[in-house]
């Protein structure tokens, strides 16, 4: 199986910040890399799919970057709805897998 | 709009099976532009994708190798919906299980159920 590997584990930020999370996959997946916000008791939620494509209703302070095996998600003039875990995914090669999650913190 | 509403017990005994079951509405399970995927998150192993189930000219199915030969995945044109079951469970399938349509342009997944919280307890 692709690993996926995320680092922050966990950052811890202001409102209006600027916050930046990588994802390195153990081999090449093309732009096949997915971003997902998820908050406590919730399911994951789709943010950014084919590394840099902005799901339909999210909104454009964040943002997706590169391909092959590194990755970035940036989260620009962090809002309060912003504090959760993000977690990257791979759909290159069967199973899909998943990021550890980067948690997102209020400074 | 497109929604996924999982269904099935909570606490289920070792060496049993996990059954769970995932109603699709706004969609339809034997679209060919989608799979349909059953997901599970615990603080051991994070999110781990089961496996999935697809409908190209005929019904495919794919299982992750941890789960190959406990895990089966069915679906049901009939009631629009697909099934989860996992036999000979231990502890270590405690988990929440989500379903989850997966779209094949994207690759990622766009709708979620509401996640089940299955206990593997005697």
């Known amino acids: 199986d692709i690993q996926m590997t995320q680092s922050p584990s966990s950052v811890s930020a202001s409102v209006g910040d600027t916050v930046t999370i990588t994802c390195r996959a153990s081999q090449g997946i093309g732009s096949w890399l997915t971003w997902y916000q998820q908050k406590p008791g919730k399911a994951p939620k789709l943010l950014i799919y084919?590394?840099?494509s902005l799901q339909s209703g999210v909104p454009s302070r964040f943002s997706g970057s590169g391909s092959g095996t590194d990755f970035t998600l940036t989260i620009s003039s962090l809002q309060p709805e912003d504090f959760a875990t993000y977690s990257c995914q791979q759909a290159n090669t069967f199973p899909w897998t998943f990021g550890e999650g980067t948690k997102v913190e209020i400074k | 709009q497109v929604q996924l509403q999982q269904s099935g017990p909570g606490l289920v005994k070792p060496s049993q099976t996990l059954s769970l079951t995932c109603a699709i509405s706004g969609d339809s399970v034997s679209s060919s532009s989608v799979a349909w995927n059953w997901i599970r998150q615990s603080p051991s192993r994070g999110l781990e994708c089961l496996g999935r189930?697809?409908?190209?000219?005929?019904?495919?199915?794919d299982y992750t190798v941890s789960v190959k030969g406990r895990i089966t995945i069915n679906p049901d044109t009939s009631k629009n919906q697909f099934s989860l079951q996992l036999n000979s469970v231990t502890p270590e399938d405690t988990a929440v299980y989500y379903c989850a349509r997966g779209g094949w342009r994207s690759g990622g997944f766009d709708i979620w159920g509401q996640g089940t919280i299955v206990t593997v307890s005697s």
């Open positions: 084919g590394a840099s």
């Open positions: 189930t697809y409908y190209r000219s005929k019904w495919s199915t």
